[in-house]
């Protein structure tokens, strides 16, 4: 069976208890009037996959394409971190340091030598090292500007 890896998305969730404009209030009257519902008196949201019951701790996502469901807090633990805020300087320094891993991850890939690589392509990586190695220096100097 193959692996997959879940695609990094940015969503936006709040936990219930909480105002949401996807929250509905089943009041068809209780089980004797609507047999068998689940959802009376209770907080529920409409999901692709039908009506889902929202209990105290319950985060609402909104997913990728605007649509809204409830997640169990543990498996929100386990699925999301918390995303800063991403002011000038946030990403400023979060693009720095994913550079610094990837020319980090290329010197030590040049350290080896491109064993398989024709001389086209070795030259193409060291020009692609210089390159990204003049970035990371642009960025440093503009870090050390804001005083970083």
Same mark, same amino acid.
């Given at each position: 069976?193959?692996k997959?890896r879940?695609k990094? !998305?940015?969503?936006?969730?709040?936990?219930?208890? +909480?105002e949401?404009?996807?929250?509905k !209030?089943?009041? +068809?009257?209780?089980?004797e009037?609507?047999?068998?519902c689940?959802? +009376?008196?209770?907080?529920? =949201?409409? $999901?692709?996959?039908?009506?889902?019951? !929202?209990?105290?701790g319950?985060? =609402? =996502? $909104?997913?990728?394409n605007?649509?809204h469901?409830p +997640?169990k807090?543990?498996i929100f633990?386990? $699925?999301?971190d918390? *995303?800063?805020?991403?002011?000038?300087?946030?990403?400023?320094?979060r693009?720095?340091?994913?550079?610094?891993?990837? *020319?980090t991850?290329?010197?030590?890939?040049?350290?080896?030598?491109?064993?398989?690589?024709?001389?086209?392509?070795?030259d193409?990586?060291?020009q692609q090292?210089v390159?990204?190695?003049?970035?990371?220096e642009?960025?440093?100097?503009r870090?050390?500007?804001l005083? $970083?």
């Amino acid at each position: 069976m193959s692996k997959y890896r879940k695609k990094p !998305v940015v969503i936006e969730a709040v936990q219930y208890p +909480c105002e949401h404009p996807a929250l509905k !209030v089943c009041s +068809c009257g209780g089980p004797e009037q609507k047999a068998g519902c689940v959802h +009376c008196g209770y907080h529920y =949201i409409e $999901t692709l996959e039908g009506q889902m019951r !929202v209990s105290a701790g319950d985060w =609402i =996502i $909104t997913g990728v394409n605007g649509e809204h469901y409830p +997640c169990k807090p543990d498996i929100f633990a386990k $699925t999301y971190d918390a *995303v800063e805020a991403d002011t000038f300087e946030t990403r400023l320094r979060r693009e720095h340091q994913e550079l610094n891993a990837r *020319v980090t991850a290329l010197r030590a890939f040049a350290n080896k030598g491109y064993p398989l690589a024709n001389e086209r392509q070795r030259d193409l990586l060291e020009q692609q090292l210089v390159y990204m190695t003049n970035y990371l220096e642009v960025l440093e100097e503009r870090l050390h500007d804001l005083g $970083t």
